[in-house]
Every structure is written in structure tokens, then in C-alpha cells.
Nanobody, 124 residues
Framework: QVQLVESGGGLVQAGGSLRLSCTAS????????MGWFRQAPVKEREFVAA????????SYANSVKGRFTISRDNAKTTMYLQMNSLKPEDTAIYYC?????????????????WGQGIQVTVSS
């Protein structure tokens, strides 16, 4: 059974930082591309960042480029999202997702497995 579990969310002031983690089990993690998506209140879920199975290739949404960094530790079957210079508009539920591919998908439909999500709230 595949499980993706997010952690590290919470409340932070604007300009602050948080690091999200996504720990996977039940799949060959080192052969899966991983992604982060988020959904703000009354908005559709959107792409945030993705990383290849090797960690060499990454992709970011324009809105987070230069502020967020995605990374992974295959030995720990964990992916991370370091979020710096947080803004109130980053407030959302953040989801991690997995797909067994050599590509770096940015579309939600490309991902097979999803975590339950974790709340990130940035106060102004």
C-alpha cells in the first residue's frame, strides 16, 4: 500500500520560512518523480514544484521560483520543500504527489499517488 505523508506545515509570519517533508512508503521511491501542489481557499489546486527521481532535474511555478527549493533524499524516501520569504498568498494546503516516470511532470493528472495534505498559513 502506497502512502505519502506530509509534515512540517504550520503558521508563520510573512517573510519567514518553513520546510515541508513528504515521506513515502510502499513504492520504489528512487524511481518516482515527486511533486508538490497546493490549494488555497476557493481556488483550484496548482503546481508548485517537481523533482526527478534522481534529484538532478527540478521545475518550479513562477510564483515560487527563487523562494522555494525542492529536494529529495532517496535513502530516506523523503522529499522536501524549503519555503523562504513566505507571503500571505502562499497560504494553502500543500500536497505531495508521486509518479513512476523519468520525466518531471507539472500536471496534476500525471501523478498516481497523493498525500493527504498539510496546512501552511502565512500571516501578514
Amino acid at each position: 500500500q502506497v502512502q505519502l505523508v506530509e509534515s512540517g506545515g504550520g503558521l508563520v509570519q510573512a517573510g519567514g520560512s518553513l520546510r515541508l517533508s513528504c515521506t513515502a512508503s510502499g513504492l520504489p521511491f528512487s524511481r518516482y518523480a515527486m511533486g508538490w501542489f497546493r490549494q488555497a481557499p476557493v481556488k483550484e489546486r496548482e503546481f508548485v514544484a517537481a523533482i526527478s527521481w534522481s534529484g538532478v532535474t527540478t521545475s518550479y511555478a513562477n510564483s515560487v521560483k527563487g523562494r522555494f527549493t525542492i529536494s529529495r533524499d532517496n535513502a530516506k524516501t523523503t522529499m522536501y520543500l524549503q519555503m523562504n520569504s513566505l507571503k500571505p498568498e502562499d497560504t494553502a494546503i500543500y500536497y505531495c504527489a508521486a509518479r513512476g516516470t523519468v520525466l518531471v511532470p507539472t500536471a496534476q493528472s500525471a501523478y498516481n499517488y497523493w498525500g493527504q495534505g498539510i496546512q501552511v498559513t502565512v500571516s501578514s
